[in-house]
């Protein structure tokens, strides 16, 4: 009988690398160890490779057994792909909602939504896709997801059905290294700061291309200033953590809430006709949307809105 496309080898081959040895993996396995010795040795005749390098200490797999295990991996995906896609036909009154969304903008953005939604719904799952907006939206457009959550809808490919919340503001942090801290104090009110000088401030920021960076790189251009960068990542909450350490200033919408210490930073609130930044969820227009699709919708621009009418000194 033929093994090679077995779940059971998926399984033998994680808990055997995870071991290194024959005798503790079939120890785990509840199975005997000339069993998982011959049942490995049977699917290698089959396929007419060495999939286990016996001379390495602990075991691993040869380069054509890391193949074979690709392949049993993308297999098992693509099974379970497929029940979850088949089971809208088998349990109609189960549905998974499949959402893309930027990792840390689904940090903050889908804790406002889901929890609420799912008391309303607790038959539908959610199978969450956390990957950049630009694949993401390909993945929309080709019926891979039912949603994409994301910022500035402006910038979005065209064929989609686009639900816009509207403008959110942004705050700098601004470190006591910076000459424009102030001692002690939390928050800075809107207008004391100059911006211009602001913007002239060593700065920590998101990669060109990102939705924050866009908005700074207008602001910079607005301001006609050649900004010192001192760093880029791609991830906000490294961005936050080295200005709250004093390695320079940086900005951000008002939903990326940062602890107030007024002791190491400020933060300082900009004004929404400055810089702003709109959130969206989208599906690929002239889709017909469930009653379960059409509360999601609600309640994501209903909590969200309630969430940016939040002053910052609250967050």
């Known amino acids: 009988m033929s093994h090679h496309g077995s779940i059971n080898m998926l399984r033998f081959l994680d808990v055997l690398l995870k071991h ?4 503790r993996a079939a120890k785990d396995l509840y199975i005997s160890q000339p069993y998982l010795t011959q049942y490995i040795k049977a699917t290698e005749k089959d396929l007419g490779i060495q999939i286990i390098n016996r001379k390495a200490t602990p075991l691993e797999l040869t380069a054509a057994g890391r193949l074979y295990y690709q ?10 792909k497929f029940h979850k896609e088949i089971s809208q036909y088998t349990t109609p009154d189960h549905q998974v909602i499949r959402i893309g969304v930027l990792a840390s903008l689904g940090y903050y953005l889908l804790p406002l939504v889901l929890p609420d939604f799912l008391q309303v719904h607790p ?4 199978e969450l896709t956390e990957d950049i907006s630009e694949h993401n939206e390909q993945r929309l457009l080709h019926n891979e997801i039912d949603f994409l959550v994301g910022q500035n809808p402006e910038t979005i490919a065209p064929g989609l059905e686009i639900y816009d919340r509207g403008q959110d503001s942004y705050y700098s942090i601004i470190p006591r290294s910076s000459s424009l801290y102030q001692s002690d104090k939390d928050f800075l009110n809107p207008g004391t700061v100059d911006i211009d000088q602001l913007l002239h401030e060593p700065l920590i920021l ?10 700074v790189d207008y602001l910079l251009q607005k301001y006609d200033v050649k900004p010192h960068i001192i760093v880029e990542s791609a991830n906000i909450f490294t961005v936050t953590k080295l200005v709250e350490k004093g390695l320079g200033v940086t900005f951000m919408p008002n939903t990326v809430t940062t602890q107030p210490n007024g002791s ?3 933060l300082y609130p900009l004004p ?5 930044l709109n959130y969206f969820i989208a ?3 002239g889709r017909s949307l469930s009653q379960n699709e059409h509360d999601l919708v609600t309640i994501f621009l209903t909590n969200l809105e309630a969430s940016l009418q939040t002053p910052l000194s609250e967050s």
Do not use: C, M
């Not at 392949?71 to 379970?80: A, I, R, S, V």
């Open 20 to 23: 290194g040895n024959f005798t």
């Open 71 to 80: 392949y049993l991996t993308t297999l098992e995906n693509q099974k379970d």
């Open 123 to 126: 038959e539908v799952s959610i």
């Open 206 to 215: 998101s990669p060109r291309g990102s939705s924050i960076r866009r908005q």
């Open 264 to 266: 190491q930073y400020n």
């Open 272 to 276: 929404p006709s400055l810089i702003s």
């Open 283 to 285: 599906h690929r227009a």
